[in-house]
Nanobody
Framework: QLQVVESGGGLVQPGGSLRLSCKTSGFTLQNYGAIGWFRQAPGKERVGTSCLSHADGSTWYADSVQGRFTVSRGTDENTVDLIMNNLKHEDTGIYFC?????????????????????WGRGTQVTVSS
């Protein structure tokens, strides 16, 4: 069974950087499927911020993180990293990694218009001075 585990959250000052990692096990998504990073801020719905498609190589970013966040494959074929730079207070929230098995593009993954089979438990990111 596919499992998804996030790591790398923490407390950072505004303007700082963090690196999150999403590791899948039980199935290799290399060249098939999509990975997404979703944020749930306190009292708000979970939204897609950054997604990557293994199927077509596409990436997609929410306007709020465009130019600051980068999603990419890690050194391990089962890992996808999220580099977050110039962090802002509004980036605070629980970041969930999700995996979808299928020929999906990154935008559909972040928009949640595809069946998302597997979710991690999330990792807390707090941006505060």
């Amino acid at each position: 069974q596919l499992q998804v585990v996030e790591s790398g959250g923490g407390l950072v000052q505004p303007g700082g950087s963090l690196r999150l990692s999403c590791k899948t096990s039980g199935f290799t998504l290399q060249n098939y499927g999509a990975i997404g990073w979703f944020r749930q801020a306190p009292g708000k719905e979970r939204v897609g911020t950054s997604c990557l498609s293994h199927a077509d190589g596409s990436t997609w970013y929410a306007d709020s993180v465009q130019g600051r966040f980068t999603v990419s494959r890690g050194t391990d074929e089962n890992t996808v990293d999220l580099i977050m730079n110039n962090l802002k207070h509004e980036d605070t929230g629980i970041y969930f990694c999700a995996a979808a098995v299928g020929p999906f593009n990154a935008q559909d993954m972040c928009a949640q218009t595809v069946r998302t089979d597997y979710w991690g438990r999330g990792t807390q990111v707090t941006v505060s001075s």
